[in-house]
């Protein structure tokens, strides 16, 4: 039987109200965070999932979902201190990160908060470069580009996100979640994330750095390996960039075999 899915909020930093579902108990504590524009509902069947052994949280970043907008400093660090609060919040000891797409970088930034917390960071359809980055240039065209049409924009970005023959279904309801995030939002965290260099963080990272990735887009697994030695990486074939929707029960079987081998 799964356990009751609890609704609760927490301070950021700078005041901002984080909102986030936990689920369970149990170590290690298991943080979900979701990507981009999304939001926790990403996460829903891994809270349902693993509540039965372990303790799950899936927050809503700033912007994101329920949790607040009002913030002056964006970026990817302010969000990884944003899951250092919520984990702080709950008195979590002994965690795994899990995140998808920008949620990934994040987990790294989060990790580095919580040295003596965080046992690994699993990427989920992302890390398949550490060595990109996004110059003020290309920020600005892609903030510009959301904050004129969000709509066609969000679109568009959706249909890259899965392979052609992926169920419609499952576009329409990833569109539909994320149409919730607000086009300022969208144009504010889309332009923090120039400059911003992965491998500066996860050269710094002390605890190991796996992924489970889709082959969309490729992995470029030696080269992430230049930058973090023990990088290692599960690919699910045919799969997009949200494999908890399209094939969840597999995803979830390598959730828990990641989560096994980091505790050997």
């Known amino acids: 039987m799964n356990s009751a899915i609890e609704r609760k909020t927490c301070a950021a930093a ?12 149990g170590e290690p504590t298991l943080v979900f965070i979701h990507g981009g524009l999304a939001n926790r509902s990403f996460w829903d069947g891994e809270l349902n999932a693993f509540a039965t052994r372990h303790q799950v949280i899936a927050p809503d ?43 990934g970088p994040v987990a790294i930034e989060a990790a580095l908060l919580l040295p003596d917390r965080v046992l690994g960071v699993v990427g989920v359809d992302t890390f398949q470069s550490l060595t990109y980055t996004m110059t003020a240039e290309d920020a600005h065209k892609l903030a510009d580009t959301f904050r004129s049409d969000y709509g066609t924009s969000l679109r568009q970005m959706v249909k890259q996100l899965f392979h052609s023959d992926a169920d419609p279904t499952l576009l329409a309801d990833a569109e539909r979640r994320m149409a919730c995030t607000a086009p300022e939002v969208a144009y504010s965290m889309f332009l923090s994330l120039a400059g911003y260099d992965p491998s500066q963080s996860a050269r710094r990272l002390n605890v190991p750095l796996r992924a489970i990735n889709g082959d969309l887009y490729p992995t470029d697994v030696e080269g992430v390996r230049k930058v973090k030695p023990d990088f290692d990486v599960v690919i699910m074939k045919h799969m997009g960039h949200y494999p908890m929707l399209e094939r969840a029960e597999e995803f979830d079987r390598h959730v828990a075999e990641v989560v096994r081998a980091l505790l050997h």
């Open 61 to 103: 970043l700033p912007g994101h979902g329920e949790s607040g907008v009002n913030r002056k400093k964006w970026g990817i660090p302010e969000f990884g201190a944003d899951i250092c609060s919520v984990i702080k919040t709950e008195g979590a000891k002994r965690v795994v990160l899990f995140g998808n797409s920008l949620g």
């Open 14 to 25: 700078d005041g901002v109200t984080i909102v986030y579902s936990t689920a369970g108990v």
